[in-house]
């Protein structure tokens, strides 16, 4: 939209169909509608070739990035053996810009004594420390990924900085809003007056879904509804039918990633009560007030007063939280404004991506 022209050179992993995962696609380019172009390079075949999908070794990055010839280069997450096939382009062409950014925690990783103290402590520092003199910024996408790269791999802190994931406002049909509310809500068989709370995503044990349908279920008032998009993982599945078996709870499967900003559209409170996902981000993107299990380093997504936290994430917890929005709606409505006036702006994707570029003129 700006004018620059964008190549996005990737593995042949992409989402699953089946929503759950990933799956392989042939090597090869093909232009999205908005004319970025994607090129999707091979993994190096080498005598184990899960080994070099496991530090993600390609085949011919080299060769791409000269054919490119880019001006900056933003390395989305730093831990990958070829981050030094990056470091020898930039000293063969010094000019260029490099920029990059980090979405490991240790939530999400260093979780056992392989990942944290050989993948990360040796394989991936080592290549992170050779990276740190030719790179710009590497921005951690939550506080608490700031923190995991001084300490997992001693990144000094003046080559960090903070860049929040967002919302891609772009698919955000803020204009139609009111329209898009009702026929949803139609849909669902929802009234124009019941509180709509959403939540969705991957759904197991460690999102803590199973205690938010307890807690709506337990709830006398008839008014609060939840709506609940994505698909149970297998061992979740049972809990999963049995507790939103009730007229207050409206199970939709999976939907599509832009269709997901249409139901926050339709929505009155986003509730994620477990571990953090792009979600949380992407719901106060779009404007929604929002109740999140505190985690440590999480607390970004509080814009002044758009959300409130629980710290464990327990079905009275969750009760508690719901009802107080419920009993007083002047709390609501000031929670409403905070998320519309500042959480838009913020995690709006145009202006985090502004903001990257902005640092290389």
């Known amino acids: 939209k700006d004018g620059h022209d964008v190549t996005v050179i990737t593995s042949v992993f992409k989402n699953s169909t089946k929503h759950e995962g990933y799956e392989k696609v042939e090597p090869g380019e093909y232009y999205l509608d908005n004319g970025v172009k994607v090129i999707r390079i091979p993994f190096k075949r080498i005598f184990i070739d899960k080994i070099s999908e496991k530090l993600r070794i390609y085949e011919g990055l080299y060769k791409r990035l000269q054919e490119e010839k880019p001006d900056v280069i933003f390395v989305h997450g730093i831990q990958f053996w070829d981050i030094r096939t990056v470091i020898i382009y930039k000293r063969e062409h010094p000019n260029v810009k490099i920029f990059a950014d980090n979405h490991a925690d240790y939530i999400n990783s260093a979780r056992n004594f392989f990942s944290k103290y050989i993948l990360h402590k040796v394989i991936w520092k080592l ?5 740190i003199p030719y790179c710009e910024k590497i921005f951690g996408v939550t506080p608490n990924r700031c923190d995991f790269l001084i300490k997992m791999y001693n990144v000094p802190k003046d080559k960090i900085d903070f860049l929040v994931m967002g919302a891609d406002v772009e698919k955000i049909d803020f204009a139609h809003k009111e329209e898009i509310r009702k026929r949803i809500r139609r849909n669902l068989s929802l ?3 019941d509180f709509v709370l959403i939540t969705g995503g991957k759904i197991d044990k460690h999102k803590n879904i199973h205690h938010l349908m307890q807690a709506v279920n337990e709830i006398a008032d008839e008014k609060p509804k939840l709506v609940i998009f994505g698909t149970p993982s297998e061992e979740y599945k049972d809990i999963f039918e049995d507790l939103s078996s009730t007229p207050f709870i409206r199970k939709i499967g999976w939907i599509a990633t832009d269709e997901v900003y249409n139901y926050y559209l339709a929505s009155d ?3 994620f009560p477990g571990r953090h996902s792009v979600l949380w ?6 404007g929604l007030p929002c109740i999140f299990k505190k985690w440590e380093g999480q607390t970004h997504v509080d814009v002044g007063g758009n959300c ?18 419920l009993i007083d709606r002047e709390k609501y409505n000031k929670m409403l404004k905070v998320a519309q006036e500042r959480g838009i702006t913020l995690f709006s994707y145009e202006n ?8 290389v003129y």
């Open 308 to 325: 409130i936290f629980i710290e464990n994430g327990t079905k009275e917890e969750i009760k508690s939280a719901i009802k107080s929005v």
């Open 127 to 131: 290549g992170v420390k050779k990276f």
């Open 269 to 271: 409170m986003a509730v």
């Open 352 to 359: 985090i991506s502004r903001r990257v570029i902005g640092q």
């Open 281 to 286: 981000e992407q719901a106060v993107g779009t």
């Open 191 to 193: 009234a124009d007056d």
